[in-house]
């Protein structure tokens, strides 16, 4: 009788009995997993509440509505109402009701308040009811450029990545403004980044973009030093900087063919805490003391308390580095609101204000650089990427603690890439308690992220519909889906989109719920189009003609091999290597898929005249090739190296250039004709994730004959495309 009560709470938690997997075959759920994410839900949400009913028991936190729509609310009981809806803009509606309410069809856009006042006796004392009712756009906004047909390209890019003459040995924000304004003068009109969130500056190896401390705040480590007026202005900054331990230090950050996390972190922070006394000696009514101050102010306790976490962190963490985040901080410092908090914020003000400062000046850098691409006439500019969680004992969780079920992690089941699934070690938000709180959480999430950029990459767009939920302490086989509530979810997305003038691109690779492709369409969430993915059931590769129009194409992600390194099989020998494949079998199927496609891209080249006429021969070529190897397994790395060239590389090229997909994007590593991926899924110490740079420097690349070729010949692809 028990486990039957707690499989109905289960289901109506949201939590399936059972989901479709990468093998097209039903998976059933064990009774058992579901119940311990029932309990990390915590089983006291009334998740059974009725939302579309009224009643003092039952009156739902929040009505999402689509503008224009007839929409109805029943109500339960016979009295007489007065309704009022307060409007954001500052209209009052207003009108009298009985059974039900038929909301206007012609409500403005936005956050609005619905009263309803029961008519009664004046003697008689009665409750009235609000509630928060959003009405939103029925799609996301699209720029002009795209409206009127233009087939638009940029570049994506991993900022950290960037080698410069002018960087400290990781790519900043000064970076960012020099390559946006190279690309608009090659056609380009967007550069696409990971998340740019805040990690640990007291933990700078911690460098996943993925695995933020906060998805509200920038990473400080990206702030250009050279460009901090008071570094330039403080002469002890520049007798520091000057200095030869400084200067070699720089080299060696500089030099490294990984990026050094330490060292830059440790470079930057000493610049900038000199830089910042310099900024205290600047007057109440200097223009930049206004400035910060008021970014404090309209940030709010959200940056307040990133700072607070900050500051105490590193204090923290000097002082013993296992206290790498608040679950294991002593006791008194895990509630932001205990006593033992205020006395640290009450003796330590001018650290805290100094995190504050650091916040402000990666904000200011990040505004110049869209700026900048508006300058240049980009139709989109910065193209900015939001992560699909927050580490577990981040500041994000810290400061909002009843969103997060920390008792449980999200990821991917298995699947044929990753045999053993993935565990992200990310807390999920509740969605009964998102709900609850009128999904405020959600919004600020959005227009945190949609500062500053013309485009908004939501990684792992189906988490609006459904996330996979991983018991804590359990590997990602043993996880389940749980649902969240995704039409409001998307309505909301394209209110804020719409308010901030952002495109929404829609992460949607892996296994992809049918259900959720038509909604995200038809709210104009663009799609994800990964040319190595894009075959049909011939296994051949589509035409560029077949390519959705409400998509970005790309060759490859940060997540997959380079566009080399897919042709030498770089993954599949790293992967075997480190020990991703452990069943022989399924590995040797692999190597044998793979070269099916490159023998199947060789092929579609030349169907459809990308392949050079001098190398018609090399399909024939890869087909002995294939033959002779069938014998030999796994086919080695070296038998299939000489057939990668920069022919087949530009063709690639103008084979997804041509593609109907409103947006492209591509790497620079492929444009270097890279091998080594930037990051391996499932992996953690096997592989160093994060880190690897460009081969060379931002100034050369753009100089490059061969590049620039490239980039010409995209660009006049795309222009045949409109």
């Not at 799609?527 to 003609?545: A, C, H, I, L, T």
């Amino acid at each position: 009788m028990e486990n039957k009560r707690l499989n109905d709470l289960a289901t109506e938690a949201g939590i399936v009995s059972e989901y479709i997997n990468a093998y097209g075959k039903p998976q059933a759920i064990p009774a058992e997993t579901r119940h311990r994410i029932l309990e990390a839900m915590n089983t006291d949400i009334p998740v059974g509440r009725p939302v579309s009913h009224l009643h003092a028991s039952s009156l739902p936190h929040v009505k999402v509505v689509i503008q224009g729509q007839i929409v109805t609310l029943p109500l339960e009981d016979t009295n007489n109402y007065q309704w009022q809806i307060h409007t954001e803009q500052g209209e009052i509606f207003h009108g009298y009701c009985q059974l039900q309410l038929i909301l206007p069809t012609d409500l403005p856009l936005g956050y609005h308040t619905l009263l309803l006042i029961p008519k009664v006796k004046p003697e008689t004392h009665s409750r009235q009811y609000s509630i928060q009712l959003i009405v939103a756009p029925e799609r996301c906004y699209e720029p002009d450029a795209i409206t009127r047909g233009e087939k638009l390209w940029g570049a994506c890019v991993q900022l950290y990545t960037l080698r410069s003459e002018n960087n400290w040995g990781i790519g900043d924000f000064g970076d960012l403004k020099y390559m946006l304004q190279e690309l608009a003068q090659r056609g380009g009109a967007f550069i696409g980044l990971n998340p740019l969130h805040a990690i640990y500056p007291a933990m700078p190896e911690n460098a996943s973009p993925y695995s933020p401390s906060s998805r509200h705040w920038l990473n400080i480590i990206y702030i250009a030093v050279h460009q901090v007026e008071d570094f330039n202005y403080s002469a002890e900054a520049q007798e520091w900087w000057h200095s030869t331990e400084t200067q070699s230090k720089l080299q060696q950050a500089r030099q490294a063919v990984w990026v050094d996390y330490a060292t830059v972190m440790t470079l930057k922070m000493a610049a900038l805490r000199l830089a910042y006394r310099q900024f205290k000696f600047r007057s109440d009514d200097d223009p930049q003391q206004i400035a910060f101050q008021q970014f404090v102010t309209k940030s709010g306790k959200n940056l307040y308390s990133q700072a607070v976490y900050d500051a105490l962190h590193h204090k923290l963490y000097e002082e013993n580095h296992a206290y790498w985040g608040w679950p294991v901080w002593p006791e008194e410092y895990r509630e932001p609101e205990s006593n033992a908090v205020k006395a640290f914020c009450h003796s330590h003000p001018q650290e805290i204000e100094f995190f504050l400062w650091l916040q402000w000046l990666a904000d200011i850098q990040l505004a110049e650089c869209f700026t900048a691409s508006q300058t240049s006439h980009m139709s989109i500019g910065i193209y900015r990427d939001l992560a699909v969680g927050v580490a577990q004992g981040g500041s994000e969780t810290w400061c909002n603690r009843s969103i997060y079920c920390t008792k449980a992690s999200v990821g991917a089941p298995p699947d044929i890439l990753g045999p053993l699934g993935q565990n992200w070690g990310l807390p999920p938000m509740n969605p009964h308690v998102l709900k609850a709180q009128a999904y405020q959480p959600f919004i600020e999430l959005l227009r945190s992220n949609m500062r500053h950029c013309g485009a908004l990459r939501i990684d792992h767009v189906m988490s609006l519909l459904r996330l996979w939920w991983i018991p804590q302490g359990e590997t990602a086989d043993k996880g389940v889906y749980v649902h969240y509530p995704v039409d409001d979810l998307l309505a909301i997305l394209a209110l804020e989109s719409q308010r901030n003038r952002c495109l929404v691109i829609g992460e949607d690779l892996g296994i992809v719920p049918e259900e959720i492709v038509d909604k995200l369409r038809d709210r104009g969430v663009y799609s994800y189009k990964v040319f190595y993915f894009e075959r049909n059931e011939q296994g051949e590769y589509r035409s560029p003609d077949e390519y959705p129009v409400q998509a970005m194409a790309t060759i490859t992600t940060h997540d997959l091999p380079t566009l080399r390194g897919f042709w030498q099989n770089e993954d599949l020998t790293l992967g075997e290597a480190i020990g991703l494949y452990p069943d022989k079998a399924l590995l040797a199927d692999l190597y044998s898929e793979r070269k099916r496609c490159k023998q199947e891209l060789l092929a579609s080249l030349s169907r459809h005249g990308y392949l050079l006429e001098e190398l018609g021969k090399t399909s024939e070529e890869l087909s002995k090739a294939d033959t002779l190897s069938s014998l030999q397994k796994p086919i080695s790395l070296a038998q299939t190296e000489h057939l990668m060239s920069t022919d087949i590389n530009q063709s690639i090229h103008r084979y997804i250039a041509h593609s109907a997909c409103a947006l492209l994007g591509l790497q620079p590593e492929d444009w270097l004709d890279m091998e080594r991926p930037v990051n391996i899924p499932g992996t953690t110490e096997e592989y160093p994730n994060w880190r690897r740079k460009l081969t060379i420097t931002l100034e050369n690349m753009f100089a490059d004959t061969h590049i620039n070729h490239l980039l010409q010949t995209v660009e006049g692809c795309r222009k045949q495309s409109a």
